[in-house]
């Protein structure tokens, strides 16, 4: 009798442990689930025409002020410019034609953001909430991976290239293929352009350039770097309308989200 007692009691606790992890199981299922889905900041301003695609699919149009979360995927349209103001202070603006997804973005003791740029040109402005940990902020296109720290810069994803301009602060530039190691260094005035064949090329200062013509392509937006280049005392340059017609980005085909 004695040995059937203990027997009970140990398929008891074998139940009870089992019931105990199921719950923990559970529990660490939803509060995933709750930050996956966390709001992460909200519609500061808008023209013209953007969507949020949400993880169940659902196409949401959006209006200033509308909440913004985790894992959206925000699509603006032609003639059309979004701003969205994170919760930490931090802010990126979508220029027309561009796609972006809130790949990950938490704030608190070890803050990490990462936005996935599938096309366009997405402008972000950093706040000091990234500064202690180096890269924890970062951009990422199909060709590089774009880490910053407290600064203001444009990613342009076009269709056979990423560029990127720096307009204050500092960005790291990594390409995503193995092959290319090593990471570049951009300070405020500085630009790169880089394909996915391509390893990432030494930054050239783009000051003395027509600031319409960043993102064109052309020969005239690019000034080779000179000694202002290594400067730390050079000025900032201008920061760009986002929205200048000389900007802008043409409507590509929808490629996958990453």
């Known amino acids: 009798m004695w040995v059937s007692a203990v027997t009970s009691s140990s398929r008891l606790s074998q139940f009870a442990l089992r019931g105990f992890l199921a719950a923990w199981l559970l529990s660490l299922s939803a509060l995933a689930s709750a930050q996956d889905n966390a709001e992460v900041g909200q519609v500061a301003k808008l023209r013209g025409n953007a969507d949020a695609i949400r993880e169940e699919q659902d196409v949401v149009a959006l209006a200033e002020n509308d909440s913004v979360f985790q894992r959206d995927v925000l699509i603006t349209r032609d003639d059309s410019m979004l ?34 740029l599938t096309r366009g040109r997405l402008r972000s402005s950093v706040s000091t909430t990234f500064s202690s940990r180096r890269d924890s902020y970062r951009v990422q296109t199909k060709e590089g991976v774009m880490g910053v720290q407290g600064t203001i ?18 960005v790291s530039v990594t390409h995503r293929d193995p092959r290319f190691a090593g990471t570049r260094i951009l300070r405020a005035g500085q630009m790169v352009k880089f394909t996915a064949d391509q390893p990432v090329p030494k930054p050239r200062s783009f000051l003395n350039a027509n600031a319409s013509a960043i ?34 980005v043409p409507a590509q085909p929808n490629p996958p989200d990453r």
């Open 83 to 116: 701003e969205v103001a994170l919760d930490d202070g931090s802010s990126f603006t979508l220029a027309e034609n561009t796609r972006v997804a809130i790949s990950d973005y938490v704030t608190g003791d070890e803050p990490t953001g990462l936005l996935s």
């Open 153 to 170: 810069f444009d990613v342009l994803a076009l269709a056979l290239e990423t560029q990127v301009y720096v307009y204050a602060g500092i």
């Open 215 to 248: 993102g064109s392509g052309g020969s005239q937006d690019i000034v080779s770097g000179g000694s202002q280049m290594n400067d730390p005392t050079a000025s900032s340059p201008d920061i760009p309308d986002i929205s200048d017609t000389g900007s802008r």
